[in-house]
């Protein structure tokens, strides 16, 4: 059991994503509806969340996209 929780911590799903979250991506915002074990429910919108789409996605992907997106320094 020690080295399977060790193996789920691991990994570049360091980010904890949590239900109301925002993020800015240059012009899109990303709305996380719905966090669960594994995965995540978010939204993409330009300026306003109405008649969206929700996105489901594995964290480790989501977690990914974001470090992505990052402006560099």
Same mark, same amino acid.
């Given at each position: 059991?020690?080295?399977?929780?060790?193996?789920?911590?691991?990994?570049?799903?360091? %980010?904890?994503?949590?239900?109301?979250?925002?993020?800015?991506?240059?012009?899109?915002? !990303?709305a996380v509806t719905s966090v669960g074990k594994t995965l995540v429910h978010y939204k993409r919108?330009? %300026?306003?969340?109405?008649?969206?789409?929700?996105?489901?996605?594995?964290?480790?992907? !989501?977690?990914?996209?974001?470090?992505?997106?990052?402006?560099?320094?």
């Open positions: 059991m020690k080295h399977r929780a060790a193996a789920a911590s691991s990994g570049p799903a360091s %980010t904890h994503f949590q239900k109301g979250q925002v993020w800015k991506i240059g012009e899109v915002n !990303l919108y330009t %300026t306003q969340p109405r008649g969206v789409r929700t996105t489901l996605s594995l964290k480790s992907d !989501l977690a990914k996209c974001l470090v992505n997106s990052r402006p560099s320094p």
